[in-house]
Every structure is written in C-alpha cells, then in structure tokens.
C-alpha cells in the first residue's frame, strides 16, 4: 500500500483476471501499488476460461500469442502445437498466474455491476453483485473485447424442450453430441470451429447460416523440438518485429503491392501463404488488400477458388462463399469446416433464403421447414470491445454514464481513457487496434503505456488523470479517417457493431496498424504525455 492509502482502500482496482488483467496486476506490484483483481469467473483466464466449446483455438499462432515482458516465462513454456487449443492457452495463463504468485490479489466469483466516480474523494467505488463495494484511486478495465455474449433471444426459445448451449458459456464437463440432432447457430469464428468436431459424433447436424464467412486452413500440426528452439533463440527479435508491424505479428511477408507484380505471381504468393496456413500471414501477403477494394477482390476471388476445391459441389460452394471484401467481416481459420460440409450427416441451412422464424418445442423452424433436434449451440457471437464495460456501465463526472456516452458513439481517446471519466483505463478499448491484432501484443502497449503515465503522474504529486476533451475529439476523427480508408465500412459485422440492435455504427478498432499505433504512443509520451491532464492530492511515486 502506498502511503496515501487509506485503509480499506486500494490504489488500483482491475476488473478481470484475463490475460490483461494478469499482466496488469503483475505491473502494480512491480510498481509498489495496491492492486486487488475483480473478477466474476471462478478462475483465471478470462477469453480462455469462458470459451472452452470444442474446437476452441486461437487463430494467432502460439509462438506469438504470449506475454514478452520475462524472458524466462518465454523460453520456460513449451508450446505444443502450431495453433494452441483452449485447454493449453488457459493453462499457460494460469501458470503465469502461479509463477508470478498473483492470484493472492485476485478475489474470484466478484462480478462487477457498477462503478462510480467520487469527485469530492477523487476516487472510484466499484460494486459487485454480492453488494460489496471496493474502493480504490485508479481503475482498470481490462475486461476483455470479446467477453459479453450478445444476449440472443429466439421466439418460442422458452419452448424448446431440447438443450441449448451458448458457446460463450459452455458446460465445464462438456456435451456429448453421440446420435444427437443438433443445430448449430452461427458460422463465424466459434461456428466454424464447432462445427467439425460436432458432426464427428453427432447423427445429424443443421449448420445454420446467415452471412458466410471467409475461411483458410490452420494446417495445425505438432511443433518440433527444433523449431521451438529456433522460434526462442529469436524471441526478443521477433518480439521487437512484431510491435513495428501491422497485426502485430512478423509474418515476415514482403512490403508488396498486389499490382508491383504480375497476375502470375500474386497467385503463386496467395497460394503459398494459404498452404502455409493462417489468416494473419494470408492477410499480408500483400501490403493492399485491406485499402484498396480491386486488391481485395484478387484475394477474395483466390479464396473463393479455394472454397470450390474444398467443397467440391457448386451448387453449395456458391452459397459459402462471401460477399463482402476479405478482413472486413473476421477472417476465420479452420481444420475441415468446407469438408465437414458435405458429409452426409451435415446439412447447410442458408438462412437467407429460408429465414430462422424461431424456435419450436422439438427443434428450430424457417420459412421453409421445421428441423427437429435434440441440441440447439448458439454461436451467435458478442457484444464486442464495448460491450463489457458498457454492461457495467462506470459513471463518472457529474454523473456522466459511459454506456450512454458510447450508446452515442465509442469515443476514447487512444483506447486507452474516455473524457469525463477521470482514473479510468480501459486496456483495448474502443479506437485502439485491439482485436484486429494480436492481443498479447495490444495489452503489453497498453498496460505499459497506463504505468508510465501513472508514473508521470506520481512525479508531479498527482492522483487524478484524464483525458481531455480535445484530444479525445482528435483521436476519434483521426481512427474514423484511418478506417475510412479501408474496407471496413464495406461490411456489416461485430467489428462495427452491426450485430448489436441499437449500437452505434463505428470500425470499433484502430486500423493504423500495431507498429503506426506504437509510434503515436511514443510520441505522445516523449511530449509529456500530450492529451492527458494529471492533478490532485500528493501521491507516492511508483516506478515504471
């Protein structure tokens, strides 16, 4: 505890113990802060505790989807496959939870529902649903960009007398599908990896599809003795690499146009990230397709091409095949989905030309049949990157609510603070690359950025920090001008909140890339952390 802690009062609340929530807490205590840890799972992990349906993986490969900070914890964790699974990833998180001793800090099963700003004490009081309230100078959101489910209500759900999963929160034994009827809602991410492994042991699956989503193959496989010592013996290279590029990982792709070489060539290059396998390495291949639409039609008539080979019917090829530019709705990665559709026991449901009118009490019904089933999964995606704090809904200045603040539009400034809700950080917030990156990645930049600036703080004897509203009206225009210039807009999708009724339109991230989003940090920071203004009562100062 600092010495201008009062007790019973922390210097820095965090909500959620996922994998920015660890890294956070870790940085409090190497600053010499109090730091106590809300989260409302009954264990680590966050993303990775509450996604374990079958065929969870990430689709950032393992070598590069971890914490850099500690040398050590990079070489000592030995990944086992090309793609870790759920399984591996939440073990990984726990044992940075152990190796670290942080789970100490960590009050588990505390779900927070309300936080509010006390202008008079310069303080935020935090609720959680057991009505206990924790108070603290700073709080940290790090509560996730995919972690509150989109609340999807069906007609007649209520009547369905079957089982229902929602991915989001799947049964910690799991489910067995043997000789079950299932359907299966949703063919994104989560739906195109349920999907495979379900109609492995299921009598009959309905994949019900409304919008068709670009997928490449994983080509997962084992890694190698001798590649996971090649991969550590670069690590601190590939680390630096890494924040200097686009996505936040070295594909080690070559800074080409799609039009610097000929017809010929830009097949051969797709061709060989796709047999490589991976969105990130296929995504920049070339160094256009995300701003400039005749780029990504070249790509997204590559990967239609693909779709044909691996689906081999025409008829249903066509209907799984997009149309909307590659990257702007989420590039899926997958093991078998095209094949697994033609197997006998699956079944497209395309929800376009027959629309889902409900749910029966046998099953699910469009305008054209009734489908009787035993399991209905709903892989209906989240409510993402705003959708978690805009469930708590902080209040801050004069009683300012955040969720009606971001119900008009998510403004922030970096995605790191919100204006009028002073001490509050949001880790991959709103207009900061976030989910279009690699996360490990985007919560390093981000938790070190938050430390520095309390540092900064701390040195001019200051305990409150916040956004101005000037730099958070700069940093908006300039993130909604950067995702003008792509293809973005040319798609309805999560990444602007299209799935959510309501919610207001925006390319939710930044699309000047992770290496162009380093470089304003570092600027921002060298001119006295420009944008943010620091005052209040003396405090300790904590090291960075």
């Given at each position: 505890?600092?010495?201008?802690?009062?007790?019973?009062?922390?210097?820095?609340?965090?909500?959620?113990?996922?994998?920015?929530?660890?890294?956070?807490?870790?940085?409090?205590?190497?600053?010499?802060?109090?730091?106590?840890v809300?989260?409302?799972?009954?264990?680590?992990?966050?993303?990775?505790?509450?996604?374990?349906?079958?065929?969870?993986?990430c689709?950032?490969?393992?070598?590069?989807?971890?914490?850099?900070?500690?040398?050590?914890?990079?070489?000592?964790?030995?990944?086992?496959?090309?793609?870790?699974?759920?399984?591996?990833?939440?073990?990984?998180?726990?044992?940075?939870?152990?190796?670290?001793?942080?789970?100490?800090?960590?009050r588990?099963?505390?779900?927070?529902?309300?936080?509010?700003?006390?202008?008079?004490?310069?303080?935020?009081?935090?609720?959680?649903?057991?009505?206990?309230?924790?108070?603290?100078?700073?709080?940290?959101?790090?509560?996730?960009?995919?972690?509150?489910?989109?609340?999807?209500?069906?007609?007649?759900?209520?009547?369905?007398?079957?089982?229902?999963?929602?991915?989001?929160?799947?049964?910690?034994?799991?489910?067995?599908f043997?000789?079950k009827?299932v359907?299966?809602?949703?063919?994104?991410?989560?739906?195109?990896?349920i999907?495979?492994?379900?109609?492995?042991?299921?009598?009959?699956?309905?994949?019900?599809?409304?919008?068709?989503?670009?997928?490449?193959?994983?080509?997962n496989?084992t890694?190698?003795?001798?590649?996971?010592?090649?991969?550590?013996?670069?690590?601190?290279?590939?680390?630096?690499?890494?924040?200097?590029?686009?996505?936040?990982?070295?594909?080690?792709?070559?800074?080409?146009?799609?039009?610097?070489?000929?017809?010929?060539?830009?097949?051969?290059?797709?061709?060989?990230?796709?047999?490589?396998?991976?969105?990130?390495?296929?995504?920049?291949?070339?160094?256009?397709p995300?701003?400039?639409?005749?780029?990504?039609?070249?790509?997204?008539?590559?990967?239609?091409?693909?779709?044909?080979?691996?689906?081999?019917?025409?008829?249903?090829?066509?209907?799984?095949?997009?149309?909307?530019?590659?990257?702007?709705?989420?590039?899926?990665?997958?093991?078998?989905?095209?094949?697994?559709?033609?197997?006998d026991?699956?079944?497209?449901?395309?929800?376009?030309?027959?629309?889902?009118?409900?749910?029966?009490?046998?099953?699910?019904?469009?305008?054209?049949?009734?489908?009787?089933?035993?399991?209905?999964?709903?892989?209906?995606?989240?409510?993402?990157?705003?959708?978690?704090?805009?469930?708590?809904?902080p209040?801050?200045?004069?009683?300012?609510?955040?969720?009606?603040?971001?119900?008009?539009?998510?403004?922030?400034?970096?995605?790191?603070?919100?204006?009028?809700?002073?001490?509050?950080?949001?880790?991959?917030?709103?207009?900061?690359?976030?989910?279009?990156?690699?996360?490990?990645?985007?919560?390093?930049?981000?938790?070190?950025?938050?430390?520095?600036?309390?540092?900064?703080?701390?040195?001019?004897?200051?305990?409150?920090?916040?956004?101005t509203?000037?730099?958070?009206?700069?940093?908006?225009?300039?993130?909604?001008?950067?995702?003008?210039?792509?293809?973005?807009?040319?798609?309805?999708?999560?990444?602007?909140?299209?799935?959510?009724?309501?919610?207001?339109?925006?390319?939710?991230?930044?699309?000047?890339?992770?290496?162009?989003?380093?470089?304003?940090l570092?600027?921002?920071?060298?001119?006295?952390?420009?944008?943010?203004?620091?005052?209040?009562?003396?405090?300790?100062?904590?090291?960075?």
């Amino acid at each position: 505890m600092t010495e201008n802690t009062a007790p019973g009062r922390h210097d820095v609340i965090i909500i959620g113990a996922g994998a920015a929530g660890l890294y956070m807490l870790h940085t409090c205590r190497r600053m010499g802060l109090d730091a106590v840890v809300l989260e409302r799972g009954d264990g680590v992990g966050g993303t990775w505790y509450w996604n374990r349906y079958p065929g969870a993986r990430c689709d950032v490969e393992s070598l590069d989807y971890s914490y850099s900070f500690d040398e050590d914890l990079q070489r000592e964790w030995r990944w086992a496959e090309k793609y870790a699974t759920q399984p591996e990833i939440l073990a990984y998180l726990e044992h940075v939870a152990d190796r670290f001793d942080l789970r100490r800090d960590i009050r588990l099963g505390a779900d927070v529902v309300a936080a509010d700003f006390d202008e008079a004490d310069g303080a935020w009081r935090v609720r959680t649903t057991d009505g206990r309230e924790t108070t603290a100078t700073w709080v940290v959101a790090a509560t996730g960009v995919l972690s509150a489910p989109k609340r999807t209500r069906f007609p007649g759900q209520d009547d369905f007398t079957g089982t229902v999963l929602n991915s989001a929160r799947w049964p910690a034994g799991g489910h067995d599908f043997t000789g079950k009827r299932v359907a299966v809602i949703g063919t994104g991410s989560t739906g195109i990896q349920i999907t495979p492994l379900v109609a492995q042991d299921a009598a009959k699956v309905f994949v019900l599809q409304r919008t068709p989503s670009f997928s490449v193959p994983a080509h997962n496989r084992t890694l190698t003795d001798e590649e996971f010592t090649a991969a550590v013996a670069r690590y601190p290279e590939r680390r630096r690499a890494a924040r200097t590029t686009l996505l936040g990982v070295d594909t080690r792709n070559p800074d080409v146009s799609t039009f610097d070489v000929s017809e010929e060539e830009v097949q051969a290059a797709y061709r060989k990230t796709f047999d490589y396998g991976g969105p990130m390495k296929l995504l920049t291949t070339f160094n256009d397709p995300i701003v400039d639409k005749r780029a990504n039609d070249v790509v997204a008539a590559f990967l239609a091409d693909r779709i044909r080979e691996r689906v081999g019917d025409p008829g249903l090829a066509e209907r799984l095949i997009p149309d909307h530019p590659v990257g702007a709705r989420r590039l899926c990665v997958d093991t078998d989905y095209y094949e697994t559709l033609t197997r006998d026991n699956v079944e497209l449901v395309d929800l376009r030309e027959t629309p889902l009118l409900g749910f029966t009490p046998t099953g699910v019904r469009t305008s054209a049949a009734d489908h009787d089933v035993d399991v209905i999964v709903l892989a209906t995606g989240f409510d993402a990157i705003t959708g978690p704090l805009r469930g708590i809904d902080p209040h801050g200045r004069g009683g300012a609510s955040l969720r009606g603040k971001w119900d008009a539009y998510p403004a922030s400034y970096l995605g790191l603070m919100v204006a009028g809700f002073p001490n509050l950080f949001t880790v991959t917030g709103p207009l900061s690359p976030s989910v279009n990156s690699n996360m490990f990645v985007a919560i390093e930049q981000h938790v070190e950025f938050i430390a520095k600036l309390l540092a900064h703080a701390a040195e001019r004897g200051h305990t409150v920090i916040e956004a101005t509203p000037e730099a958070e009206e700069r940093w908006t225009a300039h993130a909604a001008e950067v995702a003008a210039g792509t293809v973005f807009p040319l798609a309805d999708s999560w990444y602007n909140g299209a799935n959510i009724a309501g919610k207001a339109g925006a390319v939710l991230p930044y699309l000047g890339g992770i290496g162009g989003y380093q470089a304003r940090l570092d600027e921002i920071a060298a001119d006295g952390f420009r944008g943010f203004e620091t005052a209040g009562r003396p405090a300790a100062a904590p090291s960075a």
